[in-house]
């Protein structure tokens, strides 16, 4: 899998994005054919559309509904550096009225908290219910399910992952790769959008990442 790292779009007022990774033990050991995915999983990214209708997971996710209903729920964030040592826990609705502001690119990793990752699965049982994944999956592997919502211009630096795939349900999400063999040059405590101001411009075209921007009901795997 390409070491890759992830911003949000400028202009897209609130992302929420949901991803299903596959467990990175076994997936770098599955094998997957042509039709279920496997056959892009250890090969290249690319984006599919028009795969499943989540219209109405959609508009579960209007900000004021999950205010409505998970506000008072306590989530975990995570700082949007590399390593993401530090987590804080606090109520949904402070994160969305307090912290879920446009990325300062001024702003060091550890000191921005973003919601991704560390999720309650029963208690947002009653929204994830309504979800419809894409129709594929790797032989001998088991997914696990994580989900966020963060601002405009917010990410994390470059970083590892298995196979997967994630899904934009509100605004959209530029990605930057690098294929396994080549290491970008990057301050693992700055945010992707201070890489994109300050290193993206300088760098060579034989050493700019693969691009992308999925946008709201597209599948990026």
Known sequence: MPRGGGLMAPGARLLFLLAVWTLAALARHGTGKAGDGGCYAFSRPVILQGLTDNSRFRALCSRERLLASFGDSVVRLSTANTYSYRKVDLPFQEYVEHLLYPQDPTSLGNDTLYFFGDNNFSEWASLFQHYSPPPFSLLGTTTAYSFGIAGAGSGVPFHWHGPG?????????????????????????????????????????????????????????
């Open 165 to 221: 795939f994630s899904e934009v349900i509100y605004g959209r999400k530029r990605w930057f790769l690098y294929p396994p063999e080549k290491t970008p040059e990057f301050h693992p405590n700055k945010t992707t959008l201070a890489w994109l101001q300050d290193m993206y411009p300088t760098l060579a075209p034989s050493a700019r990442p693969l691009e992308c921007t999925v946008q709201a009901g597209a599948v990026f795997p």
